[in-house]
């Protein structure tokens, strides 16, 4: 006997898809990267002989959400600047650069009252010297990343959002200069590499995240937006790659180089963030092959979401790396 159709069940519905999971998954990567510049000094300073300077664990997760903090507005006026040369891209998402730069805000603010106290963490609002911040090179800087922060957010919410790129590029050269004190061998040189290398940084992990976003729900032509990026990030990871071998060679001379990265918390920190890049790096090439070769380009979009999740841990381990010791020219 044949059942009526009005009884046979529905298969055709609706199935539950695996956002949920992926959400999850997401945030526990997000969790962990934020865990690494807390625990991260214990594990890389063991054995080494070298002592770790008070609140490095607080200082790294404050740089952490500094250097997160430039990534999104960069990558924000990055991808809204190539997406006006795509026919028919997706319209930007709403933006989250004013939520960037309040919590660059707060980071800053933090780093600059550690700097008031001699690099010291302070204790009580007491212990702050605010007026000796004008005093030292290194207070000026943290000052100027705190106004230049609070300006740019400003700018995000004014009908001019590009003029945040210059309070932004503040930062960038600020972080640069701070990076690299006059005692150094070469400073200038040094700063240089690292204008370079952070500007191309959060170019690539702030880009890749906004595309990303654009692409959501938007229509089959935003393929063309995620190639033109593709194209672009290419020559941004040659700059990242380029300046941080001679960054670390002006650091680790080539002779000691291979013995520093094991045996010092610095060589350590900087070989996890080197196995990290050349994950992103393949992640990137995948990505691009898809965007190539398949039948639907933004297929390509699955690997580029691992890829922004292992970004967002190149940043939570450059910010540990900074609040690290820099190891002896041997």
Not at 140 to 149: I, P, R, S
Not at 173 to 198: D, I, K, M, Y
Not at 207 to 223: C, N, T
Not at 314 to 327: K, N, Q
Request: hydrophobic share 55%; aromatic share 4%.
């Amino acid at each position: 006997m044949i059942r009526p159709t009005s009884e046979v069940a529905d298969t055709s519905g609706p199935r539950r898809g695996p956002g949920t999971g992926r959400a999850v998954a997401v945030l526990v990567l997000v969790a962990l990267g934020a865990l690494i510049p807390l625990l991260g000094p214990s594990p890389a300073l063991h054995d080494t002989g070298e002592a770790a300077a008070p609140g490095t664990g607080g200082i790294a997760l404050l740089r952490t959400v500094l250097f997160a903090a430039l990534c999104v507005p960069f990558g924000e006026l990055f991808v809204n600047r190539l997406a006006r040369s795509v026919p028919g891209a997706p319209p930007p998402p709403r933006s989250w650069a004013p939520w960037a730069a309040g919590a660059g805000f707060l980071a800053a603010l933090g780093l600059a009252s550690v700097v008031s106290t001699g690099n010291l963490v302070p204790e009580g609002l007491s212990d702050l010297d605010v007026g000796g911040l004008y005093a030292t090179r290194d207070g000026k800087l943290a000052l100027l990343e705190v106004n230049a922060f609070a300006v740019a957010g400003l700018c995000a919410l004014s009908r001019r959002p590009g003029t945040q790129l210059w309070p932004l590029a503040a930062v960038v050269v600020a972080e640069a200069l701070r990076a690299h004190p006059v005692t150094e061998q070469s400073p200038l040189a040094g700063s240089g590499l690292t204008l370079v290398h952070l500007t191309c940084a959060a170019l690539w992990a702030g880009g890749l995240l906004h595309v990303l976003r654009s692409l959501r729900g938007g229509p089959p032509s935003g393929a063309a937006l995620l190639g033109l990026y593709a194209r672009v990030a290419a020559v941004l990871l040659a700059a990242i790659t380029a300046t941080g071998v001679c960054s670390s060679l002006r650091r680790m001379p080539p002779e000691t180089i291979v013995e520093q990265l094991t045996a010092t918390a610095y060589g350590r920190v900087l070989l996890a963030k080197v196995l990290l890049v050349a994950a992103v790096a393949a992640l990137a090439l995948w990505a691009r092959i898809r965007l190539g070769r398949a039948a639907d380009p933004l297929t390509a979009c699955a690997p580029a979401r691992v890829e922004v999740v292992a970004l967002g841990l190149v940043v939570a381990v450059s910010g540990l790396l900074t609040a690290l010791p820099v190891p002896i020219r041997w």
